[in-house]
């Protein structure tokens, strides 16, 4: 393993908010065990004093654990790619990992989305005193327990795979497969759909949370539905088309390099504004659910899900000047767009 001290930071991180996790479960467990609302007698007083400490306990670790994630992401992206032969960017930290670095990325990334949904209605619950969601978000927050040790296996698994790792490809590789392909060279039809779908398809979403709102309900289920079908298309559009008015070369699809100093790290703003898109929408879909099954939190769902539109407008337009502005910036400079069309 590399034993840097950004690798300190991360696994002190990690650690820290998997204690705070396992502390917040084990409150958890009794209140899922044990909660009778009905009843005050000294059980269910343990249970209410147990469920405020899994509450407070529970957001300790998600501050921590989200910190751990990104402590993770700047190491790959800033940090240990400069310590093994040939990488050059997390492509190469990633090769040198192996299958276990993207398998560690996709349970830290469940994590985090798991305890996101927790602290949601979490926070929705805290506003109704009888707590009709005390019991439910007790279970909600264990099951993230197995996803946090897998996430924790994998990551070390994979960080211990990088000392001695032989050297790397990294973006050579990517090179090797343009040539190979000539006609791959340019953009190709969907290529250029998957750029448009990512425009249109934010564009999109405001009109329709437009329209929900003068109807004073939100649906929150299309949303969704329509956010992940543009999340994916998005992230295509980022590593085929828009990250290359970043590089200025045409056929060089890797999003990691967009996380490196030359790119101003354009690529923690690009892709948060797209995780902040999917998280909010996530708020968004609960807080609606709630706000149908529980008269008692209709009002505070209905706010959460307000907080939620206004934020998911920020993040559309952000994502859309970093990503649409360099390329029509290019057209203004240039005359053509980078692959020589008009």
């Not at 800033?78 to 190469?92: D, F, K, Q, S």
């Not at 750029?195 to 299309?222: D, M, Q, V, Y």
């Not at 923690?268 to 706000?291: D, M, N, P």
């Amino acid at each position: 393993m590399i034993w840097h001290p950004h690798t300190w930071a991360f696994w002190i991180a990690a650690v820290t908010g998997s204690g705070l996790y396992l502390a917040a479960a084990a409150c958890a467990w009794d209140v899922a065990l044990n909660w009778r609302p009905e009843r005050s007698d000294p059980v269910q007083l343990r249970c209410e004093r147990h469920a405020q400490m899994a509450a407070l306990l529970g957001r300790w670790a998600l501050c921590m654990l989200a910190g751990a994630t990104l402590l993770g992401l700047i190491g790959i992206t800033r940090v240990w790619h400069t310590l093994i032969p040939g990488a050059m960017c997390g492509t190469g930290v990633l090769q040198a990992m192996g299958a276990e670095g993207y398998q560690a990325l996709i349970f830290w990334g469940i994590t985090w989305i798991w305890l996101f949904a927790w602290q949601i209605r979490d926070g929705l619950d805290r506003d109704c005193p009888q707590g009709v969601l005390t019991d439910a978000n007790a279970r909600l927050l264990i099951a993230v327990l197995p996803f946090l040790c897998l996430a924790l296996f994998h990551t070390w698994r994979a960080v211990m795979r990088i000392d001695g790792a032989p050297p790397v490809s990294c973006c050579a590789a990517v090179y090797d497969r343009v040539l190979a392909d000539p006609a791959g060279v340019g953009m190709q039809t969907w290529q250029r759909s998957a750029a448009l779908w990512s425009c249109l398809g934010g564009i999109l979403l405001l009109p329709f949370l437009a329209t929900a709102a003068a109807r004073s309900r939100i649906p929150g289920g299309p949303v969704a539905a329509l956010s992940l079908v543009w999340a994916i298309t998005a992230t295509l559009a980022i590593k085929q088309t828009w990250s290359s008015y970043y590089y200025e070369v045409l056929s060089h699809p890797c999003p990691w390099c967009l996380f490196l100093p030359e790119y101003h790290g354009a690529g923690f703003l690009i892709f948060g504004c797209l995780g902040a898109v999917l998280l909010e929408t996530i708020a968004l879909w609960a807080a609606g659910r709630i706000q149908c099954r529980h008269a008692c939190l209709a009002g505070p769902a209905g706010r959460r899900q307000w907080q939620a539109v206004r934020r998911i407008t920020a993040a559309l337009i952000g994502f859309t000047l970093l990503t649409v502005g360099p390329a029509l910036l290019w057209r203004y400079r240039t005359g053509t767009w980078l692959d020589g069309t008009p």
